[in-house]
């Protein structure tokens, strides 16, 4: 049974940094893109970044990029979000996807299984 399960999500400054994983099994995990995504209280869920199942291709939202970057190693089954610059819009509980191939996709539809998410919140 595939299982996503997040970890690294806290409190923290606008401005400062905080570090999100992700740890998979019960699956081949080279074979698949992953994905992060984000929901804040009273939003629907949105794409923050997506990478291929080599590691060679990312993509990020608009109001991520240059900020915030994804990174995987398949030796270790682990996808990681690494988000510096935060700003209190960036507060959200943050989940990891796994994608239905190994390309990067930024709709949810192209992803089929979901962690339970973690909770990042930057204060002002």
């Known amino acids: 049974q595939v299982r996503l399960v997040e970890s690294g999500g806290g409190l923290v400054q606008a401005g400062g940094s905080l570090r999100v994983s992700c740890g998979a099994s019960?699956?081949?995990?080279?074979?698949?893109?992953l994905g992060w995504f984000r929901q804040a209280p009273g939003k629907e869920r949105e794409f923050v970044a997506a990478?291929?199942?080599?590691?060679?291709?990312?993509n990020y939202a608009d109001s991520v990029k240059g900020r915030f970057t994804i990174s995987r190693d398949n030796a270790k089954n682990t996808v990681v979000l690494q988000m510096n610059s935060l700003k209190p819009e960036d507060t959200a509980v943050y989940s990891c996807?796994?994608?239905?191939?190994?390309?990067?996709?930024?709709?949810?539809?192209?992803?089929?299984?979901w962690g339970q998410g973690t909770q990042v919140t930057v204060s002002s």
């Open positions: 996807a796994k994608g239905n191939h190994g390309g990067i996709y930024t709709s949810s539809r192209d992803y089929d299984y």
């Open positions: 990478i291929s199942w080599n590691g060679d291709i990312t």
């Open positions: 019960g699956l081949i995990f080279s074979s698949y893109g």
